[in-house]
């Protein structure tokens, strides 16, 4: 267990539809990713925060945003949901967020149909 | 952006056999982590190494920082069976402000009984 939790583990929705990922990270991390897997393109970044703060963005698509919230845990909301956006979201967390180890949970499987 | 080649894609070895596996860059890495993944979970953190030439272990995993800072590799020693799964290097490259982990697409080991 790596003390990172996120909710829910699966979720199934229609194309259109919007859905909210819940991550809450290891106690003690200020930073949190997020990471979306699929089989063609792996694990692939998304977004960080820091301490509330957005820190980095990867290939996260603009029908995609994210928040992190004064207890830290954050947030990834998905709108317009399309058949290609079914994959793994895995949220990490470090200490830090400076190049530091990240932790990841288990992962949301997210099914759009 | 970064790429992470990453080999072998995937190994078949009899129980009791040594694993190796690389990674390695076009351009230099700050961090370089080892991850493993069992099907339908998060990546679990294996080795994590921060200087070039580092080498670290953890029980019958041994990692490897690269002099160059482009590659690594993770040699497990004597296999069971619980060490089946998909093993992924994940690299953090130099940049301000940018920590995220660029993935490799991973090594599939199968260890036969």
């Known amino acids: 267990d790596s003390g990172v939790t996120q909710t829910p583990k699966h979720l199934i929705t229609a194309t259109g539809q919007r859905v909210t990922l819940r991550c809450s990270p290891r106690?003690?991390?200020?930073?949190v990713y997020w990471y979306q897997q699929s089989l063609d393109q792996g694990l692939q970044f998304l977004i960080q925060y820091y301490n509330g703060e957005e820190r980095a963005k990867g290939n996260i698509l603009e029908r995609f945003s994210a928040q992190q919230f004064p207890d830290l845990h954050s947030e990834l909301n998905l709108s317009s949901l399309e058949l290609g956006d079914s994959a793994l979201y895995f949220c990490?967390?470090?200490?830090?967020?400076?190049?530091?180890?990240?932790?990841f949970g288990p992962g949301t499987r997210l099914t759009v149909t | 952006g970064q790429q992470l080649n990453q080999s072998p894609q995937s190994m078949f070895i009899q129980e009791g056999e040594d694993v190796s596996m690389n990674c390695t860059s076009s351009s230099i890495f700050n961090t370089w982590l080892w991850y493993k993944q069992d099907p339908g979970e998060g990546p679990v953190l294996l080795i994590a190494l921060y200087k070039a030439g580092e080498l670290t272990s953890n029980g019958r995993l041994t990692a490897q920082f690269g002099i160059t800072r482009k590659d690594s590799f993770l040699n497990i020693s004597a296999s069971i069976p619980s060490d089946v799964g998909i093993y992924f290097c994940a690299g953090v490259a130099p940049g301000a402000g940018s920590y995220q982990l660029t993935f490799g697409k991973g090594t599939k080991l199968s260890v036969i009984p």
């Open positions: 106690s003690g991390d200020l930073s």
């Open positions: 990490a967390s470090s200490p830090y967020g400076t190049g530091d180890e990240q932790y």
